[in-house]
C-alpha cells in the first residue's frame, strides 16, 4: 500500500525539476560564487538568474530579493529591521502589531521585541479568520506602529483581507510586514500591490528544498542586517551562498508562479477540495469545515469532527498510509488545541477535534478517493469505540 502525502502545508515534495537543477549544481557547479575566477562567476550568474525568478514571482525587481535560510530567518530579518532601522524611535515605546492567528515564528519575534521594551498590541479577527479592521485602525489612530500579518493562514487556507491595510499603516507613520509563506503556487503574489514593506517567503513550501528562503524588500523599506560578517547579498545577508538550494528556489518560483496564475479551468485543485470537503461531511455525522463562507486556497481543509480528538483520528491515519495532521508543523510535537481556531472562537473541545488536509499539484483523484474512504472509516471506527 502507498502512503498517501496529505501535508502539503507543512512541506511540499521536492519538483522533479527541481531535484534535477539541485543535482547538476552539487556535481559540477560547486564552485564559491563569490569567487573571481570564471567558473565561479558562472555560478554566480546563475544564482541571479534564480534572483529574477524568485522576484517575478513576487512582482518586484531582482535587487529587492534577499536569500536567507528560510521563512523564519526572513520573518526574523524583517522584524529586526524594524527595531534596528530607526523605526524604533518614532514612538516612545514603539509598538508592534501581529494578529491572533499569526505563524508562530511571527510570535516569537514580536515577543521579542516586547522584551526589549516595545508595546505587543494584538489585532482580534472574526470567526472567519479576518482580520478586526476597525480594531486595526483604531490602533494605527494612536501613531506609527510595525504592523505583521499572513496572506493565507497555515491551518484554515483562508485568504486575508489585505486591501488598503497598507495605505493605512504608511499614512500613520508605520512599517508593514507580510508572512507570505503559504501564498506561492495558490495565489498570484504581489508584494508591491499588497504594498508590503517586508514580504517572508519559504522554498519548501512551493516544491522547493528546505533551508533556503526569500525576504522582499520593499523599494523604500529600511533594512538592518540580521546575520552579518561578510559582504554577500550587497551586504545584506552575511555567509557563503547556499549555491544549490538557491538555483532550486528559483526553478521552484517559476513553477509556482506559473500555478499561481492558473485559470480555474486548469487547476484540477478546486474541483479535488470540492469532493473531498463534500464526501467528508456526507460521510461524517456531525462535521463541518473551517471558514466555507469566505476566500479559501484549495489546497487547504480544516476539517472539524466534535467528539473525536484530531491526535486519535491522525493515528489512525497512519494505520491506513495517510499522512495528515491537525495544524501548524511547528507545533505537531504538542497536543494541544489549534490557537488559530481558538481565536476564531471555537471551543477548546472543536479546536482539538479539528484536521488539516492539505493536497498539493501532485495530489491525484485516486488519492482524493482513499483520504475520504479513511477519514471516513477512523471517524466510525472510533466514535463506534467510544
Not at 550587497?234 to 538555483?247: M, P, Q
Not at 482539538?352 to 491525484?364: A, D, I, N, V, Y
Request: aromatic share 4%; hydrophobic share 40%; charged share 15%.
Amino acid at each position: 500500500m502507498n502512503t498517501i502525502y496529505f501535508d502539503h502545508n507543512a512541506t511540499t515534495p521536492v519538483a522533479p525539476e527541481v531535484t534535477a537543477a539541485m543535482c547538476e549544481v552539487l556535481e559540477g557547479a560547486w564552485h564559491n560564487p563569490s569567487a573571481r575566477y570564471p567558473r565561479a562567476q558562472q555560478i554566480a550568474l546563475r544564482i541571479e538568474q534564480a534572483r529574477e525568478q524568485v522576484a517575478s514571482l513576487a512582482g518586484v525587481s531582482p535587487d529587492q530579493v534577499i536569500f536567507t535560510s528560510g521563512g523564519t530567518e526572513s520573518i526574523a530579518t524583517a522584524f529586526h529591521s524594524a527595531e534596528q532601522a530607526g523605526f524604533a524611535e518614532k514612538t516612545a515605546p514603539p509598538r508592534v502589531a501581529t494578529s491572533t492567528v499569526e505563524h508562530s515564528a511571527v510570535k516569537a519575534c514580536a515577543q521579542g521585541l516586547a522584551d526589549r521594551g516595545w508595546q505587543s498590541l494584538t489585532i482580534p479577527v472574526d470567526s472567519a479568520g479576518h482580520f478586526n479592521r476597525p480594531h486595526l485602525s483604531a490602533l494605527l489612530g494612536e501613531g506609527p506602529c510595525f504592523v505583521s500579518l499572513q496572506v493565507v493562514n497555515n491551518e484554515t487556507g483562508v485568504i486575508s483581507h489585505l486591501e488598503g491595510i497598507s495605505e493605512e499603516v504608511h499614512r500613520t507613520g508605520g512599517l508593514f510586514h507580510l508572512d507570505g509563506v503559504q501564498a506561492p503556487g495558490k495565489i498570484p503574489v504581489d508584494a508591491e500591490g499588497w504594498g508590503a514593506d517586508y514580504l517572508s517567503l519559504a522554498a519548501h513550501k512551493f516544491g522547493g528544498p528546505k533551508g533556503i528562503g526569500a525576504l522582499i524588500l520593499g523599494a523604500n523599506a529600511p533594512f538592518a542586517p540580521l546575520m552579518v560578517g561578510g559582504g554577500q547579498e550587497e551586504g545584506r545577508r552575511a555567509g557563503t551562498l547556499n549555491t544549490a538550494s538557491i538555483i532550486g528556489m528559483g526553478v521552484a518560483a517559476e513553477l509556482a508562479g506559473a500555478r499561481g496564475t492558473q485559470k480555474p479551468g486548469d487547476n484540477p485543485m478546486p474541483a479535488r477540495q470540492q469532493r473531498l470537503e463534500a464526501a467528508l461531511l456526507e460521510g461524517i455525522e456531525g462535521a463541518w469545515v473551517n471558514c466555507t463562507e469566505t476566500s479559501r486556497v484549495s489546497a487547504t481543509t480544516s476539517l472539524t469532527v466534535p467528539g473525536l480528538e484530531a491526535h486519535l483520528v491522525l493515528a489512525y491515519l497512519d494505520t491506513l498510509g495517510i499522512e495528515a495532521s491537525a495544524g501548524s508543523a511547528c507545533s505537531a510535537t504538542r497536543v494541544a488545541p489549534s490557537p488559530v481556531l481558538l481565536a476564531m472562537g471555537r471551543s477548546e473541545a472543536e479546536a482539538s477535534s479539528t484536521l488539516r488536509l492539505s493536497q498539493g499539484p501532485s495530489t491525484t483523484d485516486e488519492e482524493i478517493e482513499r483520504v475520504i474512504a479513511g477519514v471516513i472509516e477512523a471517524t466510525s471506527t472510533l466514535r463506534a469505540l467510544s
